[in-house]
């Protein structure tokens, strides 16, 4: 049985590594894709990878805008959305909390959310919230978010709303965030169902008639059986990743999400995180771990969280 704070260990590392093992891949259809057992931080010679200029085991927006959001929880102690957002900034500027402060991806939603932010948008307005800006840019940052928590499941709900208005602000991407931190909270504490007990906690905090309920009944719809396309909608790749979580232990899940194409970074890193909570982060190859680009940015963050764990306890 793993403790807690293996768990947490294996949260962290487990949505970097996806992220940075799904950085070649990216935009590729699935049928482009080399099989299985050869995909890897550096992938088969001849392969045409995405971001050729970047270093193998490096990750992308996804790791650093999951780091920005711990170092601003760890920093702050609640959930502050001008450092948030003000830390964004400092990344789509300077590069912030990204390997070598290099800035190589970052989604259209995202740019306009920042942009605004940039002219004196508040924070809490910030983020698009027409029903068509509903990419998976807040929901592939939220992890940490539910490593962290000490609160209720209502209250880590309500902030992993709040979270996502930086940069999106439909109820739709709102409510998958929800789902993700408590699916996540669920694994932490070792539940054997997590998804389901995730989603009767859900059904529990919205009113019936709120658009979060209809959301999650109509377009989410949590009890179909897992199926997804790698894409960069906030729906479909958190179902992807439910789907990929169900391949076997780490490496197959994380080798499942970067297998459905599209968006293989974001996939890999949100059913990594899933994964490496479920698994600890043993069960992340030693290969990949010690490819693992920038570790002294994420290591003393990944310190302070236990820390806070064990002031806890």
Request: aromatic content about 8%; some cysteine.
């Amino acid at each position: 049985m793993l403790t807690i704070d293996e768990r947490i260990t294996g949260g962290l590392w487990g949505l970097l590594v996806g992220d940075a093992l799904g950085v070649p891949y990216e935009f590729h259809e699935p049928h482009n894709l080399p099989r299985h057992a050869a995909i890897e931080m550096v992938p088969p010679w001849g392969f045409q990878r995405a971001h050729a200029r970047v270093a193998p085991g490096t990750w992308s927006d996804d790791g650093a805008h999951a780091l920005i959001l711990l170092v601003s929880l760890l920093a702050c102690k609640q959930l502050d959305l001008d450092d948030f957002g003000q830390r964004m900034l400092e990344w789509y500027t300077n590069g912030y909390m990204a390997v070598d402060n290099d800035m190589f991806d970052v989604g259209i939603q995202t740019t306009h959310a920042l942009r605004a932010l940039a002219q004196g948008q508040p924070a809490a307005t910030a983020g698009p919230d027409h029903e068509r800006a509903n990419g998976n840019g807040s929901l592939m940052r939220v992890l940490p978010l539910a490593l962290w928590h000490r609160g209720s499941d209502t209250e880590l709900v309500q902030d992993a709303h709040t979270q996502s208005l930086v940069t999106h602000g439909h109820s739709r991407s709102q409510v998958c965030c929800a789902l993700y931190c408590l699916w996540a909270r669920q694994m932490l504490w070792g539940n054997p169902d997590p998804w389901q007990h995730a989603v009767h906690m859900l059904r529990s905090i919205y009113d019936r008639n709120s658009p979060f309920s209809v959301e999650l009944e109509q377009s989410i719809c949590p009890d179909n059986p897992p199926e997804g396309q790698g894409t960069g909608y906030v729906i479909d790749c958190l179902h992807s990743a439910r789907l990929a979580v169900q391949a076997g232990n780490y490496e197959k899940v994380v080798k499942a999400a970067i297998a459905l194409g599209h968006d293989t970074d974001t996939t890999a890193c949100v059913a990594g995180g899933i994964a490496g909570i479920r698994d600890g982060m043993n069960a992340i190859p030693e290969r990949w771990r010690k490819q693992l680009r920038g570790q002294a940015l994420f290591e003393p963050l990944l310190q302070q969280l236990l820390q806070r764990h064990q002031d806890k306890i």
